[in-house]
C-alpha cells in the first residue's frame, strides 16, 4: 500500500489565489481608505454653514484685537494734537504715529505723560463705549488728554543756556540753528528761541523740553520754579524719561499734512554733556520761568 507523503497532501489541497496588496497601502490603511469611500460626503445645512462661519469671524476678531492691542502696547500708536504748541511741525488736529521700540534722543519729537501740572484747560470731549474700545485698540488716535509732544532738547547731563549772544539755544557749547522748525508766522516772521533766560545742567534719568512755538508752549521753562513735595525747586521742570510713550515719527492725517519727523541736523553736532549726570538739576533762572 502506497503512502502519501505530507508534501503530496499539500499538493493535492487547493490553493487560494491572492492578488497583490496595493503599493504603500498597509491593510489596516487600506480598511479606512475604502470605508471613508464608502460612507460620501457629508452635507452642511445652511445654518451649519452660518454657525460655521460666526465661529470663524470670532475667533479671526479676537485675534485682531489682541494684536492690535499688543501693536499699541509695545510698538506704535496714534495722538491727536490738540494744540498749538508746536506749530508750524504739528497743526491742531494732526494724527501723528508714535512708536514705542527707540531709546529717546536729542531733536526728537516725543509724547510722554504729564508730569504734573503742565496741562491746563478743559480735558476733551469724552467718547464713548464704542469709541474708547477702538482708541484702546488703536484704531482711534489717543485724544492725549494725559499726554503732551514736544521737542527733547537736552538730555541727562547736558547743559542748556538760553540765550548766546546772537539769541540761540545752546547745548553744551553748541548753539542750535531751529531755523527749520520754530514756529513762523504768515507773513514769514520766526518766534526768538526763547524768550526767557536760563541756564540749566539736565538731572539723571531727565529730559528738557520745548515746544516748536516758543511764545504759546508752557513746556520746560516754564516749570523752573515749581516748588513740589518730594522734590527740590526746578524739578517738575525736567521730565522723567519713564514717563516717555514714544518717539512721533509721522504725520499720517490729514493726508495734506502727512511727513516724516525727523531730527533736524543742527543736534548731530551737539557734544556730550557731563558724565555723570548730577542727581538734582542744576538751575539759574529768574522769575519769567514760570509761565
Not at 479606512?32 to 479671526?60: C, I, N, W, Y
Amino acid at each position: 500500500m502506497s503512502r502519501v507523503s505530507s508534501e503530496s497532501d499539500d499538493e493535492l489541497r487547493p490553493r487560494q489565489e491572492v492578488g497583490p496588496e496595493p503599493a504603500g497601502l498597509e491593510p489596516e490603511v487600506l480598511g479606512r481608505h475604502e470605508a471613508h469611500e464608502d460612507a460620501g460626503p457629508r452635507s452642511m445645512t445652511f445654518g451649519q454653514h452660518v454657525l460655521a462661519f460666526a465661529k470663524e469671524l470670532v475667533v479671526v476678531v479676537i485675534g485682531a484685537v489682541i494684536v492690535a492691542s499688543l501693536l499699541r502696547g509695545f510698538v506704535g500708536q496714534m495722538f491727536l494734537i490738540p494744540s498749538s504748541s508746536m506749530e508750524n511741525t504739528l497743526l491742531i488736529n494732526d494724527r501723528v504715529a508714535v512708536e514705542k521700540i527707540s531709546s529717546v534722543k536729542r531733536g526728537e519729537v516725543v509724547v510722554f505723560a504729564d508730569p504734573g501740572g503742565w496741562l491746563s484747560g478743559p480735558a476733551p470731549a469724552e467718547r464713548g463705549p464704542v469709541g474708547r474700545a477702538l482708541e484702546f485698540v488703536g484704531v482711534l488716535p489717543d485724544t492725549g488728554t494725559e499726554h503732551l509732544i514736544k521737542r527733547v532738547i537736552g538730555l541727562p547731563g547736558d547743559e542748556v543756556i538760553c540765550c548766546d549772544d546772537k539769541g540761540r539755544i545752546t547745548v553744551n557749547g553748541q548753539a542750535l540753528d531751529e531755523s527749520g522748525y520754530l514756529y513762523r508766522a504768515a507773513d514769514g516772521t520766526q518766534v526768538a528761541p526763547s524768550e526767557i533766560p536760563f541756564d540749566v545742567v539736565v538731572p539723571a534719568d531727565r529730559m528738557f523740553v520745548m515746544g516748536d512755538h516758543r511764545n504759546n508752549s508752557r513746556d520746560s521753562r516754564c516749570h523752573l520754579n515749581d516748588e513740589r513735595s518730594g522734590g527740590p525747586k526746578g524739578l517738575n521742570g525736567f521730565v522723567s524719561l519713564d514717563l516717555v510713550v514714544g518717539r512721533g515719527f509721522a504725520v499720517v492725517w490729514p493726508l495734506s499734512s502727512a511727513s516724516r519727523l525727523r531730527i533736524p541736523a543742527t543736534f548731530d553736532t551737539v557734544p556730550p554733556g557731563k558724565k555723570p549726570a548730577p542727581a538734582q538739576p542744576q538751575i539759574d533762572a529768574g522769575p519769567e520761568a514760570s509761565c
